[in-house]
């Protein structure tokens, strides 16, 4: 995507969540927020990273609070999860990669340096034992502890592109792109996995997991500042792609399953 394609995703982003400060909160889960995963907190709160932003911005849909974290702290931020209370965030630096891990009013409580264990260093996701699951360079997941060693978590197909994860329903969901989307149990079992269904030209941006466990996978087509988005039944295997021309890439998921584009809703503050 060029740059001013970034820009325009950058400066709708920032209006969406100053308009939604003044505006009703939207019905539905917000899943994708301009190319990048919501990460829900509890009922009311999520988080996303902003695209050339350091920090991370906080939206309680309660009470339409904007509030910016991590300020000076953090210098390429992109994925994000909260825990326990902690938000934990991928960032990176001068080419070392690390995992920032916030207190939930946006202390920085530790550091952890990944960028020697990982192919894709702003992709991790938290496992409910705190375990950080990275995708090795040697095609294995791996979980790192809070403190020794990591190990092993599962091998892995291999892949031309680095993959995604995010975490989900008590494991890992792991997409490789050209290859499968798959769902793992806390100890690296395989759930179920899904043959990678759509075009070979659509790089894949982001996941995501809304309320009810449903999965969602943004991708783009290159060259085009299109968005796709295609939502995944686990047990049916049945994709739904639906499509809107970029550069904005802002989704709601309703109570139906539906997805539809949030972008200009809010930047209308209706």
Known sequence: MNREAHRLLAGAFAVAVFAACDAPAPPGDLIFVDGRAVA?????LFAVTRPGSEGFVVLDRRSRNADTLGRNQLFSP?????LGGRWYVSDARDGEASIAIFSSTGNLATRIIVDTLVSAPHQFAILPDGRIVLEALDDRLVTLPSDGPAS???ITEQAERPGLLVAAAGGVLHALPGKSLTLYNANGNLRWRLPW???ERAFVA???VDAQGRYHVLAGEENRNTFVVFSLSPTTGE???WSIPGPYATFAVDRM???RPDTTR???GE
């Open 197 to 199: 269904p759509w075009h």
């Open 239 to 241: 994709v739904l792609r």
């Open 206 to 208: 982001d996941l995501a």
């Open 40 to 44: 829900p907190a509890d009922d009311s």
């Open 78 to 82: 992109f994925h994000i999860q909260e």
């Open 266 to 268: 809010w930047r209308n």
């Open 152 to 154: 092993t978590f599962t």
């Open 257 to 259: 399953g539906g997805i």
